[in-house]
């Protein structure tokens, strides 16, 4: 099965597959690390995770690079403001962005190369293009390209570059102009900042610059898929084109994915909208990153997402239901033998999944089989229909949804936990609702002790204390579930 995919490029839907047939060699720009990373950013690294498992899942080997922009101008200031060096600034929230992936089962890229560390091959890069004609230092030191070298820039983006002047120059990494502008490639050092000596000056990368060389580097001239948000389209990505294929003559990377911008509760994500979260300010309000990551990835990449409360309240039952069932499916006991009609259901979810998947990784199309299995089998298990070989069909189809998905396993309370330390390290205890604080001092062991007592008070008619135990739990986020199968806890 090929995954067919959109391409920015063109402009339509292609097969994406190895050029080389053997592994995909695609490069995705990864974080600025700055600050703690928003959900918008997680987006599109989720979906980026989406395609890369489910290139794996259809047996594509992937070598994925990712860069981490550990020099830049926001960077640069932070660290001043802060009086540290800037390698001890961006640790810090390296880190945090790792954890975050982490929480949301963000595979890590197989090559993930720090701007700093890559110095040398940008400072090659411009020397290349200044003997093409399409590099050129001015009075401070600094190193632009020229546009007027290269006619086919803005092919990514389709922009009308009318406006287009020749040698007007614009120095920071990121400019919403339609008309394009010579742009830094290089900066001079300016006094006290952060340089490099090269054999072009002293100074440092510009951001275009250090994706073009980084790519390159490890993925070739010329390689399968380049990722990123929309919002990246232009200039940067236009910018990336304009320097690697002006300093190769070979085109750039063949397919390109672009991630749509999210709203939040309709409206366009700010500080000044009140409507800007980062991952651990939800997991702070009590909301589970599974449910975040569900929430992010339900909807496909190329159209917007209204990222609401209430998707997440929607994506948290989603997932609880799929754990539930999971959990009736290996802890029971069924007899041998197979249902036809269970056979069917199982082996219809698994085709009209992976074809979702394959139709430009269509995943709101992809979880709708999936749920109807879901309930198919509960009811059979109601009803004392499913069999041992029903299970096993069953369970498959499971596995290959979470292959990409990857929300079934469990570790939600442990992430809690976690987010719960930060808070309190960071001085931000105070955000954490009562219901998480509370729900997660209470240890497995206190809650089993609770159920098991509201079960005896219920055999002796106390149903005063059974009700108070329940209510108790539910404050601290604990659900009880009386159930054919016996009484049933989780946390909420
Ligand atoms: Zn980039």
Redo the contacts with the bound molecule.
């Keep these: 099965m090929t995954l067919r995919l959109f391409n920015t490029l063109p402009g339509q839907i292609e097969p994406l597959a190895p050029a080389d047939g053997a592994a995909l060699r695609m490069y995705a ?1 990864g974080p600025t690390v700055y600050d703690y990373g928003h959900i918008g950013n997680f987006r599109t690294f989720l979906q980026v995770d989406v395609l890369r498992r489910f290139l794996k899942l259809t047996g594509v080997r992937v070598r994925h690079v990712m ?1 981490i922009t550990d020099v830049d101008d926001k960077i640069i200031r932070n660290a001043a403001a802060a009086g540290i060096p800037i390698s001890e600034y961006t640790a810090k929230f390296e880190q945090a962005f790792f954890e975050d992936l982490d929480a949301l089962k963000v595979e890590r890229p197989e090559v993930l190369p720090h701007a700093t560390e890559h110095i040398g091959k940008m400072v090659e890069l411009v020397q290349k293009l200044e003997a093409e004609g399409a590099a050129y230092k001015t009075e401070d030191g600094s190193w632009y390209f020229r546009l007027a070298a290269f006619p086919q820039y803005g092919k990514l983006s389709k922009k009308d570059l009318g406006g287009m002047e020749d040698g007007a120059r614009v120095d920071v990494d990121e400019y919403e102009k339609d008309s394009a502008r010579d742009f830094a490639m290089w900066k001079a050092a300016k006094a006290g900042e952060t340089a490099w000596d090269t054999p072009i000056g002293r100074g440092r990368p510009g ?1 275009h610059l250090e ?1 073009s060389a980084m790519a390159m580097e490890f993925l070739g001239d010329n390689f399968d898929l380049h990722a ?1 948000g929309e919002d ?1 389209m232009f200039p ?2 236009e910018n ?1 084109i304009a320097q690697s294929e002006m300093a190769t003559h070979k085109p750039f990377a063949r397919h390109w994915m672009h991630v749509r911008f999210l709203l939040v509760e309709g409206k366009k994500m700010s500080k000044s909208e009140g409507n800007f979260y980062t991952l651990r300010d939800l997991m702070l309000k009590g909301y589970k990153a599974s449910a975040i990551r569900l929430a992010l990835i339900s909807v496909p990449y190329r159209h917007q997402l209204n990222f609401t409360f209430d998707g997440l309240t929607e994506a948290t039952s989603a997932i609880s239901r799929l754990r539930t069932f999971h959990e009736r499916l290996t802890a029971g006991n069924f007899e041998a033998g197979e249902n036809p009609d269970l056979q069917q259901a199982a082996k219809k979810a698994e085709t009209e999944y992976m074809a979702a998947l394959a139709n430009d990784l269509n995943t709101a199309e992809a979880r709708a089989p999936i749920f109807d299995l879901v309930r198919a089998g509960n009811t059979a298990i109601d009803q004392g229909h499913l069999l041992a070989d029903d299970r096993d069909a069953i369970l498959a189809v499971l596995k290959d949804f979470d292959a990409v998905f990857d929300v079934i396993r469990d570790d939600d309370a442990e992430l809690t936990k976690r987010a719960l330390a930060w808070a309190e390290e960071a001085g931000r205890i105070g955000e954490v609702s009562a219901e998480v604080r509370e729900g997660s001092a209470l240890t497995d062991e206190a809650i089993e002790a609770l159920v098991v007592e509201r079960t005896q008070a219920k055999k002796q008619r106390n149903f005063a204390r059974a009700d108070e135990i329940r209510n108790d739990l539910a404050s601290k986020g604990v659900v009880i579930e009386d159930s054919k199968d016996g009484v049933r806890w989780k946390r909420k």
């Design positions: 720009c860069n951001w994706c990123g990246l940067h990505h990336e």
